[in-house]
Antibody, heavy 122, light 107 residues
Framework: QVQLVESGGGVVQPGRSLRLSCAASGFTFSSYGMYWVRQAPGRGLESVAFISKDAGIKYHADSVKGRFSISRDNSKHTLYLQMNSLRDEDTAVYSC???????????????WGLGTLVTVSS | DIQLTQSPSFLSASVGDRVTITCRASQGISSYLAWYQQKPGIAPKVLIYAASTLQSGVPSRFSGSGSGTEYTLTISSLQPEDFATYFCQQLNSFPITFGQGTRLDIK
């Protein structure tokens, strides 16, 4: 079954760390660029980080740069998001997503996980 | 960052109605725009990509158009299963950004 399943969310105090995982199954994980996307309560979607299929290219949104780090282990078919120095405003549902691209053009996300909730609160 | 302004935020319509949702970008995005449908507890589903290309398996009552900074999603004749939230996404440049969403409810 082709799917993405996130884990690792929970309640954490401001300033602490958390690592999210996204387990991929049913497809060749190493062939796809991957994203972390989040949605805070009552707000729209925000792309947080991107990693290319070979991990050679990484992108982090300004809002998380220097605090969050995206990585992947293609041998384990797993995507990660290491979140440090968490803030109240990082509270959101975090989802991973797979991109569809070709010839250097990014077209859309064709596979999304259902997300894991991160709550930053003292 | 490219801002996407989606309108309306909320839309009430009846089965059989024709509805249009607009997504306006803060700068040109060269038609690198996708539309998604999302229902509660279910992952988003892409409907349209490259502004006007219908994703395989999506009913032909869905269509997309536009260029430059203004894009539209049209549902020609609403069906009961179409009542959901719709959002746009620009893929022209990092960071990839999304519209705020349009919630489509039954009148």
């Amino acid at each position: 079954q082709v799917q993405l399943v996130e884990s690792g969310g929970g309640v954490v105090q401001p300033g602490r760390s958390l690592r999210l995982s996204c387990a991929a199954s049913g497809f060749t994980f190493s062939s796809y660029g991957m994203y972390w996307v989040r949605q805070a309560p009552g707000r729209g979607l925000e792309s947080v980080a991107f990693i290319s299929k070979d991990a050679g290219i990484k992108y982090h949104a300004d809002s998380v740069k220097g605090r969050f780090s995206i990585s992947r282990d293609n041998s384990k078919h797993t995507l990660y998001l290491q979140m440090n120095s968490l803030r109240d405003e990082d509270t959101a549902v975090y989802s991973c997503a797979r991109e569809v691209s070709g010839s250097g053009t990014l077209y859309f996300f064709d596979l999304w996980g259902l997300g894991t909730l991160v709550t930053v609160s003292s | 960052d490219i801002q996407l302004t989606q309108s309306p935020s909320f839309l009430s319509a009846s089965v059989g109605d024709r509805v249009t949702i607009t997504c306006r970008a803060s700068q040109g995005i060269s038609s690198y725009l996708a539309w998604y449908q999302q229902k509660p507890g279910i992952a988003p589903k892409v409907l349209i990509y490259a502004a006007s290309t219908l994703q395989s398996g999506v009913p032909s009552r869905f269509s997309g158009s536009g260029s430059g900074t203004e894009y539209t999603l049209t549902i020609s004749s609403l069906q009961p299963e179409d009542f959901a939230t719709y959002f746009c996404q620009q893929l022209n440049s990092f960071p990839i950004t999304f519209g705020q969403g349009t919630r489509l409810d039954i009148k």
